[in-house]
């Protein structure tokens, strides 16, 4: 069960965890990277189709220049050429294989500052050069050609027919000359409308695809607070919820602006909500508590929070100087709650559990890192359920004995399921006995635990532990079998063996086959039903009484005693002895202490055994520690009597010795005596 508890808290810390990671962003960044994406795919096909027309256009030009440069070498022998060479728009220059320019046809705007490219084909190179004046074209550092667009825009004349955008080739002649001539990319108006177009598109959609992804980011976040909202929206107050209150809160004890400030992690309870519903309505309620959630969250201050958290809890973080200051700001809220409604009195607990700057061994104030404000909430719930089930109102701090108490309570967690299975836990026997001849009539099995690490450990410090955490189903079943064992070996032995009652949990009675498993446990001990007893607490009557009736009728059935403990502690005895067929009841041990022993009680008890004799039940007395308690049911005609007066619970070696030996006849010193 611990277990259970351990992984079910796990992922519920995983939960908020996801929580406070999630965000609109990831949305956000993964639209973004598709745009990205996709702006850089548009690109790169401009850019591949840019590259094309220029491709072609400049081997058109440099076919040009290379059929110039064949000219210019043929025509070094045929003047005829040369002429026809002159008389062409064609500027170059030539140099030899020392690098001196040998001749030049035209003005020399070539800055010699290029290098070498690959042509269309893949197989060919050639080395170019950025021409000085019009410098649009110009090696692109790798083995390519690339484009000054914004320079050709402005320069660009929208009315000519043709654009010509020059860069300078070289080319190789023969005795290791260069012919490094203007090639021209001619570009037609249709040419430079097509690329226009081409980056206009790109553009346009590049504007498209933003817009589209702005859009999207917009709606995302917009959908993302609307349901963080949700989420972390309460539906009965309108205001935040627990979830909001864990998740922010964890963020704001650990931020480093707040890690000089004290805070005050607060549970408080409206006591007057069950009634109020009972006597108005649940939505007069849940409207009652929305009003309560508004007043409190009027009284919050900056870095301060307030949440709905369970029915008619609410959870808080203050800030605080001084606990004196702040058990005055409670009490003022407090005060306000209650004057809300002139026509109810209304009362409201509250508990608190201070969190105050956390210091490093030298004092230096560091961040409240790994800190959970859940630990502290239970804190202060456990401090205002020390102020009890009263309807008064009240405010009490979380203090070292609540914190012993939790650690005692962590610690039964931690080693239980180790000591069920060591069998630290040991049955001790409270003999019962029939106050008018004093003999031994029954005896009743508790628990204790022995630990080999804290020793000698009372129910008292763990059933109501175990209680809680689900383990008592556990005991139950520990306790019936050590018990069917011990009668089984005392038979066995020769002893005469009297019924011994164990209790059994109302956490139990959820189980339908409850019967069952007690009648397997004691059978797989070969121990006789008639000696084993199962005892329930009145309390267990206020669950499922149908189911209880059916278990109830199977222990009859399989030859068990069922006994109902504590009678009288509740509301409801007499209705539950009007269903319930029992076979011996327990009358509470407060009958005979304080102010319930005096005359009016023994009334109640005298007439409490009447009514059990009229059922056909037995009844026994527990608690009973004075003569003249045990003179007076005597009289009254208790069949039982349980209680320090005769003896203490004690060890099973012990209780041996209180039953009849084998082979012994009962005599006077088998009778017990009072205990001291």
């Not at 003047?79 to 026809?84: D, L, N, Q």
């Not at 164990?502 to 001990?525: G, K, M, P, Y």
Request: aromatic share 10%; proline share 3%; net charge negative.
């Amino acid at each position: 069960m611990a277990k259970c508890r351990t992984d079910h808290n796990k992922e519920r810390v995983k939960l908020y965890k996801k929580v406070r990671n999630t965000s609109s962003w990831r949305s956000i960044l993964l639209y973004l990277l598709m745009m990205l994406l996709f702006i850089a795919a548009m690109v790169f096909l401009s850019g591949f189709v840019l590259e094309y027309i220029f491709e072609t256009k400049f081997a058109e030009g440099y076919a040009e220049t290379q059929h110039i440069a064949k000219l210019y070498e043929v025509g070094s022998e045929d003047h005829g050429i040369t002429g026809f060479i002159e008389s062409e728009e064609t500027e170059f220059i030539v140099k030899d294989q020392g690098g001196k320019i040998v001749y030049q046809k035209g003005e020399n705007t070539c800055t010699f500052n290029g290098g070498i490219i690959k042509l269309a084909n893949g197989s060919e190179t050639c080395t170019v050069y950025e021409d000085s004046e019009l410098g649009f074209i110009y090696h692109d550092g790798d083995d390519g050609l690339n484009f000054k667009l914004m320079k050709f825009l402005r320069w660009y004349d929208k009315d000519a027919e043709t654009v010509r955008l020059p860069i300078w080739v070289s080319i190789d002649l023969s005795g290791g000359r260069k012919f490094i001539g203007k090639a021209y990319l001619t570009l037609t108006s249709r040419d430079a409308i097509l690329i226009l177009e081409l980056l206009s598109g790109l553009v346009l959609i590049v504007v498209i695809v933003g817009v589209i992804t702005v859009v999207k980011i917009i709606k995302s976040a917009v959908n993302y607070r609307r349901v963080v909202r949700l989420f972390y929206s309460d539906p009965i107050t309108y205001g935040h919820n627990w979830i909001w209150y864990v998740r922010y809160g964890d963020d704001r004890l650990q931020s480093s602006f707040c890690k000089k400030d004290s805070f005050a992690v607060v549970n408080m309870v409206f006591r007057n909500y069950r009634n109020y519903c009972l006597c108005h309505s649940i939505s007069e309620g849940e409207e009652l508590l929305a009003r309560i959630h508004r007043l409190i969250a009027g009284e919050m201050k900056k870095h301060e929070m307030c949440a709905h958290a369970t029915t008619s809890n609410f959870a808080m973080l203050l800030k605080y100087t001084d606990e004196q200051q702040l058990r005055q700001r409670l009490d003022d809220i407090i005060s306000k709650l209650k004057d809300m409604d002139s026509d109810h009195n209304f009362d409201f607990q509250i508990g608190v559990d201070l969190v105050p700057p956390n210091k490093a061994e030298n004092g230096r104030i560091i961040k409240r890192k790994g800190f959970s404000i859940e630990n502290a909430y239970n804190n202060a719930c456990s401090a205002r359920a020390e102020l009890g089930d009263t309807e008064e109102s009240g405010v009490r701090i979380f203090d070292s004995r609540l914190l012993e108490e939790k650690r005692w309570r962590d610690t039964v967690y931690e080693h239980q399921s180790a000591a069920l299975k060591n069998e630290e836990f040991v049955v001790y026997y409270q003999p019962k006995y029939d106050p008018r001849t004093n003999k031994l009539r029954g005896a009743e099995a508790l628990v204790r635990w022995d630990s080999p690490e804290y020793g000698f450990v009372t129910p008292g410090r763990i059933i109501p532990i175990f209680e809680k955490n689900g383990f008592i189903t556990e005991i139950d079943h520990y306790m019936i079998s050590h018990v069917a064992k011990d009668q089984k070996a005392w038979l066995d032995a020769g002893y005469k063996c009297v019924p011994v009652s164990v209790n059994v949990s109302r956490a139990h009675f959820i189980e339908t086959d409850l019967a069952e498993q007690i009648r397997d446990i004691v059978d797989e001990a070969q121990c006789p039903h008639d000696l084993i007893e199962i005892e329930l607490t009145e309390s267990a009557f206020f669950d499922d009484k149908k189911a209880m009736i059916e278990t109830i009728k199977k222990l009859k059935d399989y030859g068990f005693t069922v006994s109902m403990d504590d009678f009288g502690a509740g509301y409801s005895s007499l209705n539950s002895l009007k269903d319930m067929p029992l076979d011996v009841l327990k009358l509470d041990a407060d009958f005979f202490r304080g102010e319930s022993a005096g005359e009016r009680g023994e009334i109640v008890v005298s007439e409490a055994i009447k009514l059990a004799k009229s059922l056909e039940m037995r009844t026994v007395a527990e608690g009973v520690e004075e003569k003249d308690q045990v003179d007076f049911l005597a009289r009254q005609g208790c069949d039982m009597i349980q209680g320090f007066y005769f003896a203490k619970p004690m060890p099973k070696a012990e209780y041996e010795t209180k039953m009849t030996a084998p082979e012994q006849p009962e005599s006077e010193e088998t009778q017990p005596q009072p205990d001291e």
